[in-house]
């Protein structure tokens, strides 16, 4: 007797091919596991901002005291405030890793998966910015007011794109009102663009860590890779939790502690840790508009690392004096995010000057290191 065939929602085999069936290398190693703990990230971000949002009062007068009245009165608040801030830090944390992880292996050469990423990269940091001005806390407040003013140093559109952005002449509460419907909105655009990267990473393939093609030697996601994903699950949930129960405020400025105060000014403004390095960056320039091309050109210069690859290999790891380079600069970078928290006194201001001339020094020097080590 003929049987028809059995049909398949649609649905469960965009799942299926992503997530079950999907031809990975059988070479990959736990550093691939960021990519999902990244979207993990999301969904707990999400997740719990949502939470936060039926108790948070965008108004400059209510701010600070409905997220003082989330921590303190509404059931469990302090724990989900808690998991959404230090879930920013773990964010933050995946996010440099796998950057980090996709340099040394040469995963940038798939020019769209990387070009895409990027751009997360970017929304990324925006979305972090416009979470931390929202407590309007004095850093809140001040960091808000120090980083939009940084636009007033382009030229002609500048001073008229600040008063756009705070919808006025001055930080105030319409300029909350504003940043947080984008901090609420564009965590969904997020959310698309990660499709669309994950698309492209399909259409591609995974690289490996050398660096080879690897075509015919694939093995099914699942079940070889899923149980090292929910492994690293484990470990991400573990030290959130532990963070957010132990330390919740580790990472947080004494500052934005107290209520946003227009006519005192914090005696050392900072931003979050993840934004250190650019901060360090944008402070080690004199001059304000070359600061400001400085700091967009530390984030611009990733797009441009697809084409400034002139080995015959992918991956660092078969060039030595490349793998010494990379390592200096994940040093430059973490002595930057230092710099960053320092003040603005010497000798920080010449290390940050040096700081800075190395991390584009990677970027500038990388392709002629790669070509000399072929040839040898």
């Known amino acids: 007797m003929f049987m028809p065939e059995r049909k398949v929602h649609p649905v469960f085999k965009i799942v299926n091919n992503v997530m079950v069936d999907l031809p990975s290398p059988s070479s990959i190693s ?6 999902s703990l990244l979207g993990l990230c999301l ?3 999400i997740l719990t901002g949502v939470f936060l949002s039926f108790h948070y009062s965008a108004h400059s007068d209510f701010s600070f005291d409905s997220v003082t009245h989330i921590s303190q009165n509404v059931a469990l608040g302090w724990f989900f405030r808690s998991i959404h801030v230090n879930g920013g830090t773990l964010f933050f944390v995946c996010m440099y890793i796998h950057m980090g992880r996709s340099l040394f292996y040469g995963s940038y050469l798939n020019t769209m998966t990387w070009s895409v990423g990027v751009l997360l990269f970017i929304l990324t940091m925006a979305t972090a910015f416009l979470g931390y001005v929202l407590p309007w806390g004095q850093m809140s407040f001040w960091g808000a007011t120090v980083i939009t003013s940084l636009f007033s140093a382009i030229p002609y559109v500048g001073a008229s794109l600040v008063e756009w952005l705070w919808g006025g002449y001055a930080l105030t509460g319409v300029t909350l009102t504003r940043f947080y419907s984008l901090h609420f909105l564009l965590p969904f655009v997020i959310i698309a663009f990660t499709m669309v990267h994950i698309m492209f990473l399909h259409q591609s393939g995974s690289s490996n860590p050398l660096g080879v093609l690897s075509n015919s030697d694939k093995i099914p996601f699942h079940p070889y890779y899923s149980s090292k994903d929910i492994m690293g699950f484990a470990f991400a949930f ?3 939790f532990y963070v957010s129960l132990y330390w919740p405020v580790f990472l947080c400025e004494a500052d934005n502690f107290y209520y946003a105060n227009p006519l005192v000014t914090p ?11 650019v901060y360090a960056i944008l402070r080690s320039i004199p001059n304000k508009l070359g600061g400001v ?15 400034l690859h002139f080995g ?10 490349s793998q010494v380079m990379f390592w200096g600069f994940v040093s430059t970078f973490m002595l930057l995010t230092w710099i960053g928290a320092r003040p603005v006194e010497d000798p920080y ?11 584009f020094a990677y970027f500038l020097f990388l392709p002629f290191l790669q070509v000399i080590e072929d040839r040898t």
């Open 312 to 321: 015959k290999y992918k991956s660092h790891s078969l060039y030595p004096l």
């Open 238 to 240: 573990f030290f959130l």
């Open 349 to 359: 201001i010449l290390i940050g000057q040096i700081l800075t001339f190395l991390y």
């Open 30 to 35: 736990l550093w691939w596991n960021m990519g």
């Open 43 to 45: 969904v707990v971000q």
């Open 293 to 307: 091309v400085a700091l967009a050109s530390s984030i611009l210069v990733l797009f441009l690392l697809p084409f």
């Open 267 to 277: 005696s050392h403004i900072q931003p979050e840790w993840y934004f250190l390095y």
